[in-house]
């Protein structure tokens, strides 16, 4: 199975500062309040200590104004990390929304095959679990700045006391390093290893939902609680891993604290005993050094949370990183009825998989419908697809030829390539919504009688009126929900249609429904038809029989059945089935 990329650490710093360069004002603002928060959580310290040594002096008049200054001092900080605290969730939500836009919107653009090849849970796990686990991480980075900011007017401060309470502070730094370069590697690795571990999870979970009735129907639903737990198991394996390297980690942090504060705290009782800096010096650098407990934790404690959302960040960028489908021709195609189209040496095969199609010729003529049959693998979904230009074949070429051009399927625009070649599948969507949204996704500016017409066109009267337009589309039934696709593509209007079975989720009741609407969506328009029931089939101008990704007779029915050869026995063993249902 082939992977989606991950972003490297300078692509994902790459695609943050292109985020951030658009929003330069709010970047300014987050910026200049944490630097006054900062100087303000600094200076606090070194007036206590001034406090300390106008006390000791006995100076009245020193003694209130630095504690004016203190109180001061301490409104400022308040309002400014205020300020922080506001400017920095605007950035932060600004940004994470840009980041979710920009990756659902490249995720939706991703080649067919690349989803196919990746993994649905895979790509599912990107733009959810990875994108907010990103997105929740935003205000860390605010208190990381904060906290950078305050450590570096910190030592200034220090350096203002005394070179040597300075020199005792900057002991702890070493045994920071050391902590550091042990668990940083380990720490990216295991986060990496969990992420990976958390997507393989939602795959097996979207899996067994989206497979529901096949676990149903083979009683495998103890199988997938089992497959699902082993994921789970491996998933909880890995955060744990990474939760203990985490928890040896600041275990580090505390004892570098608390030898950090004893170097200080000896250093001034030895200045002050050689009478060499004041009290009040002293104390500035020990209440400094105690209120650097918290940014200097958010710093270092943060790498594990860091490279969380940096695990993430890459694979979420890592969506982004597919090149986007090229441009292609814009051509515009001729009305219904107008476009013919072409197939000359098809071949097609998926990875490591034989030729699923073999050297396909064909030719639709405008206007006239192709039916697709034969057994299962027998290659029809595949030509369909690639017909409708879902994914690209291996060799050969599909061309459509209009009143006025010719093109090749795969040089169209993909936003284009919809106006010329409209796909209904087996497998419909209901979007959240209403009816008239799920309709005008073909047809934004259709109104309320184009979008009727094309309900009526489908059959679809009965259960969807004009007042019903507006209330919620679901729940619908499978034959309901194909009714609403076939009305999707009249919409649209396409000249050439490719319908994938896509009346087979009609069930009985429903099946003459479906296959009349069907039929009324391809008269008069050039149609390749993959028919689940024969006589739908028959309905076409055309069938095609494929065996084994090769076509092995094509006609009418009525030429196919005087022969007497392969789809003559298609038929008797169909219409044999058929009557013994009915």
């Known amino acids: 199975m082939t992977t989606l990329p991950i972003a490297t650490g300078r692509q994902s710093l790459t695609l943050l500062a292109r985020i951030l360069s658009c929003h330069r004002a709010m970047v300014v603002a987050a910026l200049l309040w944490t630097a006054l928060s900062a100087a303000a959580t600094v200076a606090a310290p070194l007036l206590l200590g001034s406090l300390v040594d106008a006390v000791r002096a006995s100076n009245a008049p020193q003694t209130t104004g630095v504690a004016a200054g203190i109180c001061a001092v301490a409104l400022a900080g308040a309002a400014a990390t205020a300020l922080v605290l506001r400017a920095t969730e605007r950035l932060g939500a600004h940004v994470a929304a840009d980041l979710r836009a920009q990756a659902v919107h490249r995720t939706l653009e991703l080649p067919p095959a690349v989803l196919e090849n990746a993994g ?25 700045l904060r906290a950078l900011v305050t450590v570096m007017l910190s030592a200034a401060g220090f350096l203002t006391l005394d070179w040597r309470l300075a020199l005792a502070f900057v002991v702890v730094f070493p045994i920071y390093a050391l902590s550091l370069r042990a668990y940083l590697p380990r720490a990216a690795l295991l986060w990496t290893q969990e992420r990976s571990l958390a997507a393989e999870r939602g795959r097996v979970l979207l899996e067994s939902l989206h497979g529901r009735n096949t676990v149903s129907a083979y009683r495998m639903a103890a199988l997938q609680t089992r497959r699902l737990a082993t994921a789970s198991g491996d998933n909880l394996a890995a955060s744990l891993r990474a939760a203990r390297s985490y928890l040896w980690f600041s275990k580090s942090m505390n004892a570098a604290e608390a030898i950090g504060l004893s170097a200080v705290l000896l250093t001034g009782y030895w200045l002050v005993r050689a009478d060499l ?34 695990a993430s960040m890459a694979r979420t960028a890592g969506v982004l990183l597919v090149p986007p489908p090229a441009a292609g021709r814009q051509e515009r195609p001729g009305a219904p009825g107008t476009v013919a189209v072409t197939v000359c040496g098809l071949r097609h095969a998926y990875d490591g998989v034989p030729d699923v199609l073999t050297g396909i010729d064909l030719d639709i003529p405008a206007g006239t419908s192709l039916a697709l049959v034969g057994g299962s ?63 005008t996704y073909a047809a934004p500016d259709a109104g309320d009688d184009r979008l009727l017409s094309a309900l009526a066109a489908v059959g679809a009267r009965d259960w969807a009126s004009r007042d019903l337009l507006d209330t919620a589309a679901g729940p619908l039934s499978p034959a309901q929900a194909q009714q609403l696709a076939l009305a999707r593509l009249l919409l649209r209007d396409p000249p050439v249609v490719v319908l994938d079975e896509a009346t087979a989720e009609a069930g009985s009741a429903g099946a003459g429904d479906l296959e009349r609407a069907a039929a009324g969506l391809i008269e008069g328009r050039t149609a390749v038809v993959i028919a689940h029931r024969l006589t739908q089939a028959r309905a076409c101008d055309r069938i095609a029989l494929l065996e084994a990704g090769t076509i092995v007779e094509i006609g009418t029915h009525d030429d196919l059945i005087a022969r007497g050869g392969a789809y003559t026995a298609l038929w008797s063993a169909w219409s044999h089935s058929a009557t013994s249902t009915t």
């Open 120 to 144: 649905r849970g895979e790509v599912a796990s990107r733009v959810t679990e990875d994108l907010e686990n990103l997105v929740t991480s935003v205000p860390l980075v605010a208190e990381v």
């Open 377 to 439: 693998g027998a290659g029809k979904t595949t030509l369909a697809n690639l017909i409708a230009g879902t994914f690209p074949a291996n060799a050969g070429r599909i061309t459509l030829t209009g009143p006025d051009t010719t093109v090749d399927v795969a040089d169209l625009d993909p936003a284009v390539l919809r106006d010329w070649i409209g796909l209904v599948s087996q497998e419909t969507h209901v979007f959240t919504g209403t009816l008239r949204d799920n309709l």
């Open 277 to 310: 800096v004041t009290v009040g010096a002293v104390t500035a650098a020990a209440l400094l050094f105690h209120r650097l407990f918290t940014p200097l934790g958010t710093l270092l404690l943060s790498f594990d949370a860091v490279q969380r959302a940096q």
